[in-house]
């Protein structure tokens, strides 16, 4: 499962950042530190079909030299560290805080999947973004996440949706979003606020998400 394999990487994570991190400090992610989280990073991506992996923290937490986002994705054949504009005064400033896998998986401190949206700011691709609570010492500094690129995610999932009534299924996501679809009217992205004639929603069993998937009715 794919938050199983974020959990797992969170943990790399968290045992690397940890023994830098007092209770009562900020935090500040050294190039020492960074480096051995680029190499979770990287084991990660070269195990997984994700197209970007990372930390994001809360603004407050972290001192003023260290940066708010750890974030790595695929470049070619290689990883890099993506870069990010932290300054509130630019037009190109990246306001993670607002954005819903941030609150979700901060906020909330829940699973979230979030999208799918068009990562202008970051990939410049269709992605959804998946995150789980960031935990250090006990107290939720961030979110650990990763993007999977909608193409990465139609090639595993249409297959299976093409097993329904009329090989037309779709993918929902808590906020009635189409995730992915074989419905033609209605692709990845589309907002489903009423329920289509002739189709009805299922909800999924899945743990700890709200996920559902709309079908034709029999």
Not at 85 to 107: H, I, M, T
Not at 186 to 191: H, I, Y
Request: charged fraction near 25%; charge should be negative.
């Amino acid at each position: 499962m794919v938050f199983e394999s974020i959990s797992a990487v969170g943990t790399k994570f968290a045992e690397i950042v940890q023994p830098h991190v007092d209770e009562t400090q900020s935090i500040n992610i050294a190039s020492a530190t960074r480096k051995d989280l680029f190499l979770a990073a990287a084991n990660y991506l070269e195990q997984h079909p994700a197209d970007g992996v990372g930390l994001i923290f809360q603004r407050e937490l972290m001192a003023a030299s260290s940066p708010e986002l750890e974030w790595w994705i695929r470049d070619g054949e290689k990883f890099t560290r993506q870069e990010f504009v932290n300054d509130p005064d630019s037009p190109l400033f990246y306001d993670y805080e607002q954005l819903e896998w941030f609150r979700g998986g901060f906020g909330a401190e829940a699973r979230t999947v979030a999208g799918p949206y068009i990562d202008y700011l970051g990939v410049n691709d269709y992605v959804t973004t998946w995150t789980i609570p960031f935990v250090i010492h006990d107290r939720t500094v961030g979110v650990v996440g990763i993007d999977i690129k909608i193409s990465t995610l139609e090639k595993v999932l249409i297959p299976k949706l093409l097993k329904a009534v009329d090989r037309r299924a779709a993918l929902v996501n808590e906020n009635k979003q189409i995730i992915v679809s074989t419905i033609g009217p209605l692709p990845s992205g589309t907002l489903v606020e009423t329920v289509p004639e002739g189709y009805v929603v299922l909800p999924l069993e899945v743990d700890k998400l709200d996920l559902a998937l709309l079908v034709k009715s029999e």
